[in-house]
């Protein structure tokens, strides 16, 4: 695959165009194990995995051999295929190779300063896959040690992913792209994925795990987790017999470690529905007795492991990003059609269902137009703080934080809202969006002008009429489309590995915040300085971004790759999945001729700040102070 490249100030636009239809398209939270990021592609025929940076795969042997005796190696192949075409999935995995990768990476070309796609693999499914997902691995990722979790997140892609003809499905793969060799052989085999949950060439496994026979609906978004499965449950308590005194912390509940020894795992799915008043479905999917890969026979006809009827369809649904042995890896976020954001308890074996709703969280507009609900509602709502807070986007392109555990508290002072629910921080999307002083937007205040007294003729006694029935007219503004993207802060400022970057796109807008902890202190403590408060708290807009029309259907961050670029701090790599393309924001690679030299990295805005207070700032700093005054950078 190869980009049409487009230079914008500082950054690269490179546009890849696709021979189909998205649906969706995201991220995958982890690194394969040559280095590149994972890009996975949702179309009208199944998926298309994309690695993109990293060590690349040696050439295939074919490939390097002379012309003769690449023909007779071409034909042996094909023979072989021939005669294999009716092998079985489980002898074809036997004969799978690990594929080689090149000890160093390619020298870029200065006219190509961006990471190169290693590989391409088309999951041809005759599925028309529309939404995908996957578990919170990038907190695996960051413990010291995986003994205690499945070894399966860590080889293998899992990726749960709903399709049209109303099922939802379990996806694994290797992490590591196929060889070249590999991909020629599915191809010359003319090779089909088995779509029964039986382990095929590439060692993947695809498995039903609803067949929405009984609801007759799709599933509009889903959200992957784990958990165990021990023989002895009666050991675990409910919460519900704790006292308050002795329950731990909603995170922090740790599982007794004597019965670690006999656990076995559980694939954790939850798929929601917007049939009737909202569904939300959870199932539970046996890992085998190693955990690396799924328990096909054990696994066949599962049934849902709870059914939970909503109080309003879902605009998304996520487990919370804790693992187990924590308590809270259970709980559901669920944002709903009606403002409200919920936390929901899906193992919770509580006689009483409204014991599992832990908690329920909503936004009020300050002064709602008339005929139009009081709450706002929400386009996105994500995990942060390991769980320990949510921060959401509403649909007037203002966000918050919920500091569910006062954790912000314990370390900053303060609070800035005076709701019912208040948000700890809070921002908006834009400069169109922000409120005027009376705290109502220009769309309210120009909604709100509907009842005002106005002369009455007949054209206007026939629309008062019909409001006397229908209600008031609402406006025919379409409601923006907007979402959220959080991922673990990688900047070299800060340390503390719970810290969290956090993308936003409302309408055309994208900003980023590359510490969440750093834009938090300085949000509520103010800064007081005149130079700002420096580039890893400040927001920063993607600018210049062009669909050329088309809808954009996900806007996420792609995990970095091993090769280092001149790249500030809170900059990274922007996925966007357009309908018919995806287009990466990324700043350009070192030069080659300058990367191998030494050099003496400048002093941080912050250093420089602090310098400045104490009358020791030399002119070199001042100009540097200039120059990002003048950027907008410090």
């Given at each position: 695959m190869k980009p049409h490249m487009r230079r914008t100030g500082s950054s690269l636009?490179?546009?890849?165009?696709?021979?189909?239809?998205?649906?969706?398209?995201?991220?995958?939270?982890?690194l394969s194990p040559n280095g590149s990021s994972i890009i996975v592609i949702s179309h009208p025929q199944g998926l298309r995995l994309v690695w993109r940076g990293g060590l690349p795969l040696k050439p295939?042997?074919?490939?390097?051999?002379?012309?003769?005796?690449?023909?007779?190696?071409?034909?042996?192949?094909?023979?072989?295929?021939?005669?294999?075409?009716?092998?079985?999935?489980?002898?074809?995995?036997?004969?799978?190779?690990?594929?080689?990768?090149?000890?160093?990476?390619?020298?870029?070309?200065?006219?190509?300063?961006?990471?190169?796609?290693?590989?391409t693999l088309d999951l041809p499914l005759g599925l028309d896959v529309l939404s995908i997902s996957f578990p919170p691995i990038h907190a695996i990722a960051n413990r010291s040690s995986l003994d205690s979790l499945p070894p399966i997140f860590s080889q293998k892609l899992v990726i749960a992913f709903a399709c049209s003809d109303y099922s939802v499905r379990l996806l694994t793969l290797p992490l590591a792209p196929p060889s070249h060799q590999t991909k020629q052989s599915l191809v010359a085999r003319n090779y089909s994925f088995p779509l029964n949950g039986q382990l095929g060439y590439l060692h993947e496994q695809i498995f039903l795990i609803a067949s929405g026979a009984s609801q007759q609906a799709i599933a509009d978004g889903l959200s992957v987790t784990f958990t165990s499965r021990v023989d002895n449950e009666e050991e675990f308590q409910d919460d519900e017999t704790m006292s308050d005194d002795v329950q731990p912390a909603m995170s922090e509940h740790v599982r007794p470690t004597s019965i670690q020894a006999t656990m076995a795992w559980d694939i954790l799915v939850a798929s929601h529905y917007t049939n009737l008043s909202g569904l939300l479905l959870i199932f539970r999917t046996p890992l085998n007795a190693s955990g690396s890969e799924l328990d096909f026979e054990n696994?066949?006809?599962?049934?849902?492991?709870?059914?939970?009827?909503?109080?309003?369809?879902?605009?998304?649904?996520?487990?919370?990003?804790?693992?187990?042995?924590?308590?809270?890896?259970?709980?559901?976020?669920i944002a709903d059609k009606k403002g409200y954001a919920r936390v929901f308890n899906c193992l919770s074996r509580s006689d009483h269902n409204e014991r599992s709703w832990i908690l329920s969280l909503t936004v009020f507009s300050q002064q709602p137009p008339i005929g139009r609900s009081t709450r706002k509602s929400i386009l996105g709502a994500r995990w942060i703080r390991r769980g320990k807070a949510i921060v959401v986007l509403l649909e007037d392109g203002e966000w918050g934080i919920w500091d569910l555990e006062g954790?912000?508290?314990?370390?900053?002072?303060?609070?800035?809202?005076?709701?019912?629910?208040?948000?700890?921080?809070?921002?908006?999307?834009?400069?169109?969006?922000?409120?005027?002083?009376?705290?109502?937007?220009?769309?309210?205040?120009?909604?709100?002008?509907?009842?005002?007294?106005?002369?009455?003729?007949?054209?206007?006694?026939?629309?008062?009429?019909?409001?006397?029935f229908t209600g008031s007219v609402q406006s025919s503004r379409v409601q923006a489309d907007g979402g959220l993207c959080v991922v673990p802060a990688t900047d070299v400022l800060n340390n503390r590995t719970d810290d969290e970057t956090l993308l936003l796109w409302y309408?055309?807008?994208?900003?980023?915040?590359?510490?969440?902890?750093?834009?938090?202190?300085?949000?509520?403590?103010?800064?007081?300085?005149?130079?700002?408060?420096?580039?890893?708290?400040?927001?920063?807009?993607?600018?210049?971004?062009?669909?050329?029309?088309?809808?954009?259907?996900?806007?996420?961050?792609?995990?970095?790759?091993?090769?280092?670029?001149?790249?500030?701090?809170?900059?990274?790599?922007?996925?966007?999945?357009?309908?018919?393309?995806?287009?990466?924001?990324a700043p350009p690679l070192?030069?080659?001729?300058?990367?191998?030299?030494?050099?003496?990295?400048?002093?941080s805005a912050l250093a420089d700040r602090h310098l400045l207070a104490e009358g020791k700032l030399d002119i070199e700093g001042v100009d540097r102070i200039l120059t990002g005054m003048t950027n907008g950078t410090r």
């Amino acid at each position: 695959m190869k980009p049409h490249m487009r230079r914008t100030g500082s950054s690269l636009h490179l546009c890849y165009n696709l021979p189909f239809r998205t649906q969706a398209g995201k991220t995958y939270p982890i690194l394969s194990p040559n280095g590149s990021s994972i890009i996975v592609i949702s179309h009208p025929q199944g998926l298309r995995l994309v690695w993109r940076g990293g060590l690349p795969l040696k050439p295939s042997l074919i490939s390097q051999d002379s012309n003769s005796h690449n023909r007779k190696e071409s034909s042996s192949l094909i023979l072989i295929d021939s005669d294999e075409e009716q092998t079985e999935p489980a002898t074809l995995a036997s004969q799978y190779k690990d594929p080689v990768f090149e000890q160093d990476e390619d020298e870029h070309d200065e006219l190509e300063p961006y990471e190169a796609i290693v590989q391409t693999l088309d999951l041809p499914l005759g599925l028309d896959v529309l939404s995908i997902s996957f578990p919170p691995i990038h907190a695996i990722a960051n413990r010291s040690s995986l003994d205690s979790l499945p070894p399966i997140f860590s080889q293998k892609l899992v990726i749960a992913f709903a399709c049209s003809d109303y099922s939802v499905r379990l996806l694994t793969l290797p992490l590591a792209p196929p060889s070249h060799q590999t991909k020629q052989s599915l191809v010359a085999r003319n090779y089909s994925f088995p779509l029964n949950g039986q382990l095929g060439y590439l060692h993947e496994q695809i498995f039903l795990i609803a067949s929405g026979a009984s609801q007759q609906a799709i599933a509009d978004g889903l959200s992957v987790t784990f958990t165990s499965r021990v023989d002895n449950e009666e050991e675990f308590q409910d919460d519900e017999t704790m006292s308050d005194d002795v329950q731990p912390a909603m995170s922090e509940h740790v599982r007794p470690t004597s019965i670690q020894a006999t656990m076995a795992w559980d694939i954790l799915v939850a798929s929601h529905y917007t049939n009737l008043s909202g569904l939300l479905l959870i199932f539970r999917t046996p890992l085998n007795a190693s955990g690396s890969e799924l328990d096909f026979e054990n696994a066949q006809n599962i049934m849902p492991w709870r059914m939970q009827y909503l109080a309003s369809p879902a605009t998304n649904i996520e487990f919370n990003p804790s693992l187990y042995p924590a308590q809270a890896h259970s709980n559901i976020l669920i944002a709903d059609k009606k403002g409200y954001a919920r936390v929901f308890n899906c193992l919770s074996r509580s006689d009483h269902n409204e014991r599992s709703w832990i908690l329920s969280l909503t936004v009020f507009s300050q002064q709602p137009p008339i005929g139009r609900s009081t709450r706002k509602s929400i386009l996105g709502a994500r995990w942060i703080r390991r769980g320990k807070a949510i921060v959401v986007l509403l649909e007037d392109g203002e966000w918050g934080i919920w500091d569910l555990e006062g954790i912000g508290s314990k370390e900053i002072k303060g609070s800035v809202s005076q709701s019912p629910f208040p948000f700890a921080i809070a921002g908006w999307v834009g400069s169109s969006s922000r409120p005027s002083k009376s705290g109502i937007n220009h769309m309210d205040k120009t909604e709100s002008t509907s009842s005002n007294l106005i002369p009455m003729t007949p054209g206007t006694r026939k629309v008062k009429q019909k409001n006397l029935f229908t209600g008031s007219v609402q406006s025919s503004r379409v409601q923006a489309d907007g979402g959220l993207c959080v991922v673990p802060a990688t900047d070299v400022l800060n340390n503390r590995t719970d810290d969290e970057t956090l993308l936003l796109w409302y309408d055309d807008k994208i900003i980023v915040i590359p510490s969440i902890l750093t834009h938090w202190r300085t949000k509520v403590k103010g800064s007081g300085n005149l130079f700002g408060t420096g580039v890893i708290g400040e927001p920063h807009e993607i600018s210049n971004v062009h669909t050329r029309g088309e809808e954009r259907r996900e806007i996420s961050i792609i995990p970095k790759a091993g090769r280092s670029s001149k790249r500030s701090a809170w900059k990274a790599d922007i996925l966007i999945v357009a309908e018919h393309y995806i287009l990466i924001v990324a700043p350009p690679l070192d030069n080659p001729a300058t990367s191998s030299k030494p050099e003496v990295a400048a002093p941080s805005a912050l250093a420089d700040r602090h310098l400045l207070a104490e009358g020791k700032l030399d002119i070199e700093g001042v100009d540097r102070i200039l120059t990002g005054m003048t950027n907008g950078t410090r």
